[in-house]
């Protein structure tokens, strides 16, 4: 579960980047001297060496300088050639290139000048960079952002690569570093008397926080900013501050581990995001902010991570915080957090608690002792955890998923059945389908949905028959799974299907039906006429008039005879769709 890279740009950093841009540039930027590196020994070796040069490589005379400056404003030149004058300025380091660059930045112009435009301007490290590149970064980031950049950047000398954003940010965070001090007491400035005055400082401090998270540990302070907001209490800053700064400490605690991981040392400083991460998580709802740090923890400090939380297990932790503790052990999907699944699956007496356990054994892959405890919980006297556990099995998948699922399908309550349904699917093995036929004819709508769904994972003949068979159920539920399926489906039979679908009672039914079959039509032209002459030619299927509506093939003889038949048949919708169509087509 991992819907966000721990290691890249997120969206909640991305809107705080963009923010108070206007505020930043009001200020300005002073450079300042940089400090002594905070950063663990391989930061500075992973990048490129290139970048880790101090001195310029070249110097360029007051007029070299004025016409490379001309030939990057030049778009009326070639890309190399722009390209190339922005890389001389870069691999100069002259900040007289500044205001040039940054003009660049903010002009329309390629996106590939652009990205030259910011590695220049993190090499020449002048932090009066820092706003032009903070409304780059939003103008990439976003539903629909308006640069777009989808190649990696390679460093050759150091076989690394980053994406746009990534050198956006990496750019913020170097520039930063002269001027930390100055974001640093930005972020800790009092608020205005005045309204309006106070939400002007809350701005100018969300700009800076993201400027701080992109530092990161390359400063000592910018890190303690971070740790201080997490530190303080809620009311100290707006919501958002803490997730943001929950964020930055985040992607420092990975980049950490791996640095570490090579010279084997213990990370003090990532033992104590770690401690601040997980206080901070079991605060927060199921939100996407709360999978993003989990998956940095599962990561970068998993079993550090489990063993801070089994501690609310022994020391008498509120249920809603056992109940928080156990969704993220379920989530962090390692030895240590599926034992600790088992013991609040087989102890906890809450069965609310108890199911969400083993659920989450669900999500922790194949254990033996997690699947004998999950069987174990299929004789609780909770349905709700009976439904979770048999869940989980089913995830397991294989033929043993389906030797200790398939019975509870004939169970009294409905539930449990929908849920063994279900389980039966996530199997994935062909020995579910003779457990799944037979519910197919349920009493309970609910398990005939379910055996509809779990017979789409479990292709074969008999699970096609019986789910175009679903397109009659006079439950709304189990027709709308089954043209979901269908509609994925390129067979005649599925099309035929469709068709009928396609005048069912059901307004969103109807629209959908239609709909897959124009796409069907566009793909798969030949299926699509085959189904729709076997649908006007059956005297018994009831679509018989939809697919005489849809067979204007002028030029098709098979397609032409099947309508002039359908025009004698004996039902009168049907001979009116097929002599409307031939008319339309301008056969007589």
């Known amino acids: 579960m991992n819907p966000v890279s721990p290691t890249g740009p997120h969206p909640i950093i991305a809107r705080l980047l963009a923010a108070g841009v206007a505020l930043l540039i009001a200020h300005g930027s002073t450079a300042g001297e940089p400090p002594k590196t905070q950063t663990p020994p391989r930061r500075r070796p992973l990048e490129s060496a290139l970048f880790s040069q101090t001195k ?13 400056l001309q030939t990057i404003l030049n778009g009326s030149l070639t890309l190399e050639k722009r390209i190339s004058a922005i890389g001389l300025v870069g691999l100069a380091q002259d900040r007289r290139a500044v205001a040039t660059l940054i003009q660049l930045l903010k002009r329309q112009d390629r996106v590939d000048v652009k990205v030259a435009a910011v590695w220049a301007l993190r090499e020449i490290a002048d932090p009066v960079a820092i706003p032009a590149l903070l409304e780059v970064h939003g103008q990439a980031t976003g539903p629909h952002p308006r640069l777009r950049y989808t190649k990696k950047i390679a460093f050759p000398d150091t076989r690394s690569e980053m994406t746009f954003l990534e050198l956006i940010e990496d750019a913020i965070g170097r520039l930063g570093e002269w001027v930390v001090d100055k974001y640093v007491k930005a972020l800790s400035g009092p608020s205005g008397s005045y309204r309006s005055q106070a939400e002007t400082t809350t701005n100018l401090q969300r700009a800076a926080l993201a400027v701080i998270v992109c530092i990161g540990d390359r400063d000592h302070r ?44 213990r990370d003090k400083t990532s033992d104590q995001i770690t401690e601040l991460l997980v206080e901070f998580i079991l605060t927060l709802k199921p939100s996407v902010p709360r999978e993003f740090l989990i998956s ?15 501690r609310h297990f022994g020391d008498n932790s509120p249920e809603k915080v056992r109940k928080r503790v156990i969704e ?3 989530m962090l999907r390692s030895r240590e957090s599926v034992e600790a699944l088992i013991w609040a699956l087989q102890n906890e007496k809450n ?15 194949k254990s033996k002792p997690a699947i004998n405890a999950l069987t174990e919980a299929l004789k609780d006297q909770s349905p709700d955890v009976k439904c979770a556990a048999l869940n989980a099995i089913g995830r397991t998948g294989g033929a043993a998923s389906v030797k200790l699922v398939g019975p509870h399908i004939r169970n009294a309550d409905a539930r449990i059945r929908a849920a063994a349904a279900r389980a039966l699917g996530f199997s994935r093995d062909k020995a579910a389908i003779a457990h799944l036929l037979p519910a197919a004819q349920d009493q ?19 699970s096609l028959k019986t789910i175009v068979k679903a397109v009659a159920d006079p439950e709304r539920s189990v027709r709308f799974a089954a043209l979901k399926i269908l509609s994925s489906i390129s067979n ?7 068709l009928r679908l396609a005048d069912d009672s059901d307004r969103k039914v109807r629209a959908d039906a239609s709909n897959a079959l124009r796409i069907a039509r566009a793909h798969h032209p030949e299926k699509f006429k085959q189904a729709v002459i076997l649908t006007m030619t059956d005297a018994d299927d009831p679509a018989s008039a939809i697919a005489c509506d849809l067979a204007d093939f002028p030029k098709e003889r098979a397609v032409l005879d099947a309508l002039k038949k359908a025009s004698l048949d004996k039902r009168p919708a049907v001979r009116a769709s097929a002599l409307r169509t031939l008319r ?3 056969v007589n």
Do not use: C
């Open 584 to 586: 339309d087509m301008g």
């Open 296 to 310: 940095s923890l599962n990561i970068a400090r998993p079993t550090y991570a489990v063993t801070l939380l089994t």
């Open 222 to 265: 910018a890190l303690q900013a971070l740790t201080g907001i997490l530190k303080s209490p809620p009311e100290a800053y707006p919501p958002d501050f803490r997730v943001t700064a929950a964020y930055g400490l985040a992607r420092i605690l990975v980049a950490r581990a791996r640095e570490f991981e090579v010279i084997r040392a």
């Open 492 to 498: 005649v039979s599925a099309y035929r299907a469709l």
């Open 351 to 365: 069965p609310d608690l108890r199911w969400r356990a083993a659920f989450g054994l669900g999500l922790s892959g």
């Open 328 to 330: 993220m052990l379920g």
């Open 56 to 68: 310029p490589r070249v110097k360029l005379a007051k007029h070299a300088l004025q016409t490379t």
């Open 444 to 462: 309970s709508p609910a398990v005939r949905a379910s055996v509809v769904a779990s017979l789409a994972a479990l292709p074969a003949a008999e």
